[in-house]
């Protein structure tokens, strides 16, 4: 279960949708395990595959200590709530920067599971601002791509002042 290293922003493959997941295997179980080690030593609570330059549909959240991490293959929002709520957002591909972001307060998603069955939650709050920044990301839609363009640019010079040390 090795740490990757975390592709920074703003690397193109960033930018990039991720492609489905067409082959459920032993290497898919495994790149699930790894994305969890290398959120965890970010630190952080959601993870792309994308984040470690792998273009596959798979995210990993972790959110709650009592229900443990969980990984989501081919993730599609299906039904969004008409309810807005406004969440501070960041990046394991940005640290050190995020900002408020407005999303829908609840989603239903599919997904696959690890085996390739498939699923569907539904979700409220974080988990549910976790669906639409990962699934965002799987879409190659970083989250500054949801702020006004004058906090874009704010961050942005934040990010690169903080990168320099």
Known sequence: MPIHPIVRYPDPRLARAAQPVTVFDGALRELASDLLETMHAAPGIGITAPHIGISLRVVVLDLDPVDGAR????P?????SPEMILHQEGSVSMP???DD?????????????????LQAEESEGLRAVCHQHEIDQLNGVFWLQRLSRLKRE???KRFEKLSRG
């Open 96 to 98: 050190g920067v995020n």
């Open 71 to 74: 990984t989501y293959v081919n």
């Open 101 to 117: 972001v407005t999303r829908h307060t609840r989603v239903r998603i599919s997904y696959r599971d690890l085996h390739g069955n």
């Open 154 to 156: 704010r961050l942005i």
């Open 76 to 80: 599609e929002i299906i039904w969004a």
